[in-house]
């Protein structure tokens, strides 16, 4: 059998949730069976670009970038590069809000098959929002396969009648979970970064994630401002930078915060922050499927995340659940309550995510085989 030559088609290579998750796969195919390529519009390097093509991935760095208004100018340039590359056997989109083009440019001009990829069960307020949604009509239908990592973002990106239909195949967020795990983890690193981060002696309240309308920092800090009430050593740590950092970082300034919350910016390894974490607060509005909270269980921490976010995250006994509406002081109690005493042996929740498909390894099999049968199908 001929490898499979798959194109994921995503925005930029930087260092995200969908793009950390997809190379947690690159890394890990064989290459003899499955290569991945990449198609990104953002003309600058990025955070994985050096890594992608040391494992033999092609970045096609495609313009113009789609807006609304220069619809027909991307599409052309679609159609001119999918015809330059019949090497491409599948096109996988993550890219949801133009994916009718660029997967319909994709059959026009020959290619096997195509997948797309619900990664979001939410959209941005306001007019992005809008625009989102209605790129995402008929999406559906523009594809040979549906992939989405929850059952939220399925019926999101797709609509419920192609999900109750079983048209979705739920493939989750998989990533390396043993790395997360306390004993494989620098102690020595983790003392490190506990001195640097001034958390020595401090209740540490965790939270992994980009600074987006998404992930709610707003209602974090209402809930860290209840539990340094009761907890007068607590610390809020900040892991991860994004558009609206600036903002928040105003709000903390506003709330008489700045001694008590550490901003440490992007970090491609986030594995030693959860070793300080006493408890992750994640009161998102919407999620496809979290990697933070799937890390944080993998790493011991408990967990307190909000009703909003897909259910299959929550697996675990370290992982409470909480409406938004409960208001601010329920969280921070249930907050503490919810503290780990020790970091022990977390080896049954490891078992318990993998059982649960959280882990690349055994999903990497399982995409491989599904490329090659899709492939021979057609």
């Known amino acids: 059998m001929s490898r499979v030559n798959v194109l994921q088609v995503i925005g930029e290579l930087e260092l995200g949730g969908a793009e950390s998750r997809i190379m947690d796969i690159t890394r890990r195919l064989d290459p003899e ?12 390097r990025q955070h994985y670009d050096d890594e992608a093509e040391a494992l033999g991935c092609r970045i096609f760095r495609i313009q113009p970038r789609f807006k609304l208004y220069n619809w027909t100018a991307y599409r052309k340039a679609l159609e001119l590069f999918f015809e330059e590359h019949p090497e491409i056997d599948i096109v996988q989109g993550h890219m949801t809000s133009s994916a009718v083009i660029y997967l319909k440019a994709a059959r026009k001009k020959g290619i096997k098959c195509t997948i797309a990829h619900a990664r979001s069960a939410g959209t941005d307020p306001g007019l992005k929002g809008l625009i989102t949604r209605f790129m995402r009509l008929g999406l559906a239908d523009c594809a ?11 019926v999101s990106v797709f609509g419920n009648a192609a999900y109750k239909a079983g048209r979705v195949k739920i493939i989750p967020n998989a990533l390396e979970l043993d790395k997360f795990a306390g004993e494989n983890v620098s102690t020595a690193k983790v003392e490190e970064l506990r001195e640097n981060c001034g958390l020595k002696d401090a209740y540490v309240v965790g939270h992994v994630g980009r600074f987006h309308y998404a992930k709610n920092h707003e209602f974090l800090l209402e809930v860290f401002k209840e539990i340094k009430k009761e907890k007068k050593n607590a610390k809020l740590l900040l892991v991860g930078g994004g558009e609206r950092e600036a ?19 992007m970090q491609s390894d986030t594995a030693p922050y959860y070793q300080l974490m006493d408890v992750l607060v994640f009161p998102s509005r919407y999620e496809g499927l979290p990697g933070t909270v799937v890390e944080a269980q993998a790493a011991g921490v408990p967990c307190v995340i909000s009703d909003t976010i897909t259910k299959e995250v929550a697996v675990t006994g370290l992982v409470k659940v909480l409406s938004l509406s409960e208001g601010a002081k329920l969280w921070a109690d249930k907050a503490v309550e919810m503290t780990r005493d020790t970091v022990g042996d977390n080896s049954d929740n490891i078992r318990i995510l993998k059982e649960k498909g959280f882990d690349v390894g055994a999903q990497t099999e399982m995409l491989m085989d599904m490329y090659e049968k899709m492939v021979n199908k057609k």
């Open 33 to 44: 069976r499955c290569h991945y390529d990449f198609m990104v519009f953002n003309p600058k």
């Open 247 to 265: 903002f928040i970082r105003q709000t903390v300034s506003e709330l008489g915060l700045n001694e008590a919350v550490i901003f440490t910016g």
């Open 144 to 154: 040979d396969e549906l992939f989405a990592c929850s059952a939220e973002a399925a």
